[in-house]
């Protein structure tokens, strides 16, 4: 019994996984594979929450919630996530446990965790470094033109707009700035945790964050409040961008 149920699992798996002869999980993100997802997905959401230790050297600890409205019926659900095998450490499917999957540059949720209407999947995972650009003391993301998926599973395609719900947990005395206004921020055992607020639609290429040792200039011009996040020493040059 429990090889006939594996058996019908990798069939769902395999049927799922191409459309019109291509394989849909090759390396990359296919043309194919972009017109699926823009048909069986909409109403996209990510809840993205880093861990970033002060080491460059050590992993980023990662947690995420994606929710999407699905319209597949027998179709798999193929992630971008390009990162070598037990990146993903756990996986739900709308509170079901899912043993993961990769498949080249994907994770892929079998269709048999899938039903049409709204889809939540939770994973932790380890972050790739790639367009983090990670240094000893700041970090800033780099996902121009489709490298978000080096980073963290997602759909990394243009057309598939999310709202982005950032949250990252930083060494105490760095600061951050996101896509979005910070919404809440504390301090506990050395470390500062800042939720940022949703943002509007955005492309997974726009989405951004950086975190560091930074100093923080405030100001106004033109009647709107900014802030400058930097590391500059040359204090002339500073004041002449405020």
């Known amino acids: 019994m429990r090889a006939q149920i594996l058996l019908a699992g990798w069939l769902t798996l395999g049927v799922a996984a191409q459309a019109g002869g291509v394989a849909l999980t090759d390396p990359g993100v296919s043309r194919d594979l972009a017109r699926e997802r823009s048909r069986l997905i909409s109403d996209l959401s990510y809840l993205v929450e880093l861990a970033v230790p002060g080491a460059a050297d050590e992993p980023i600890q990662g947690r995420e919630r994606i929710e999407c409205q699905w319209r597949g019926q027998h179709e798999a659900m193929i992630l971008d996530f390009h990162a070598s095998p037990g990146s993903v450490l756990a996986l739900r499917v709308n509170g079901r446990e899912v043993a993961p999957t990769m498949v080249n540059d ?54 598939l707009r999310a709202r982005f719900q950032l949250t990252l947990e930083i060494p105490a005395g760095w600061e951050a700035v996101a896509n979005a206004p910070e919404q809440d921020r504390s301090v506990t055992g050395g470390r500062t945790r800042i939720a940022f607020e949703e943002t509007v639609p955005l492309p997974t290429y726009l989405f951004a964050f950086a975190a560091g040792k930074f100093s923080v200039e405030s100001g106004s011009y033109d009647g709107r409040s900014m802030r400058i996040f930097h590391r500059e020493t040359d204090a002339g040059k500073m004041s002449r961008n405020r």
């Open 106 to 159: 994907h994770l892929v949720i079998p269709a048999e965790f899938l039903s049409p209407g709204r889809v939540e999947v939770e994973l932790a995972f380890v972050a790739g470094d790639g367009p983090l650009n990670r240094n000893p003391e700041f970090l800033y993301s780099l996902f121009v033109p489709d490298r978000a998926r080096f980073a963290f599973p997602c759909f990394d395609q243009p057309d």
